[in-house]
């Protein structure tokens, strides 16, 4: 039956039957695997972003752990430097002669002191002394220096100045001094 066609209509059937092969082969085969490469391709793109994702994450971790062990550090040379004890009296009858000795030292008498009622910082008591003294500002200078040097960690949360009267060399100076006090179990 093919022979019998006219030349024109078997080329004409044989380029309509290339087309429906190609177009066969292109929806067929092409397609499908074009699109699969696309989707591995966005695949690649994920897992690549997902990758720098969780490096990054990676790195905050090890930094956010430098950190933790930076402040755990911190923390343990702190609590080395703060009064150990159950009883909180007998930390302010320590602060109160730590004070003295400073105090006098440096040629300076308290004038009066007085334990205020402790507190508490986070899982450590603040044991507070009110000291009220007059010194010179050269003294004051070097009481407070030997305080934040001593080997007890001490604070001054509260400071006041004034002028005590006695000419322009002395001051009357009213403050809190507190130590921390990590407290151990008999």
Known sequence: MFSKMSERMRILIMVGGVVLVVAAVYLLAWEPLYGDYRATL??????????????????????????????????ENLEKRMFKGERPSLIGAEIQKILSEITEAEGVSIRRTRMLQEGTVGPYQEIK???????????????????????????????????????????????????????VQP
């Open 42 to 75: 966005t695949r690649i793109d994920l897992l690549s972003a997902k990758m720098d994702q969780a490096h990054r994450r990676l790195q905050d971790a090890e930094s956010l752990s430098s950190a933790y062990r930076a402040h755990i550090s911190t923390l």
């Open 129 to 183: 002394i009110k000291v009220e003294m007059d010194s010179t500002v050269t003294s004051l200078s070097k009481i407070l220096y030997a305080l934040f040097n001593h080997k007890y960690l001490f604070l001054v949360p509260e400071f006041k100045v004034n002028s005590s009267g006695r000419g322009n060399s002395y001051i009357r100076v009213d403050m809190t001094v507190s130590g921390l006090m990590k407290t």
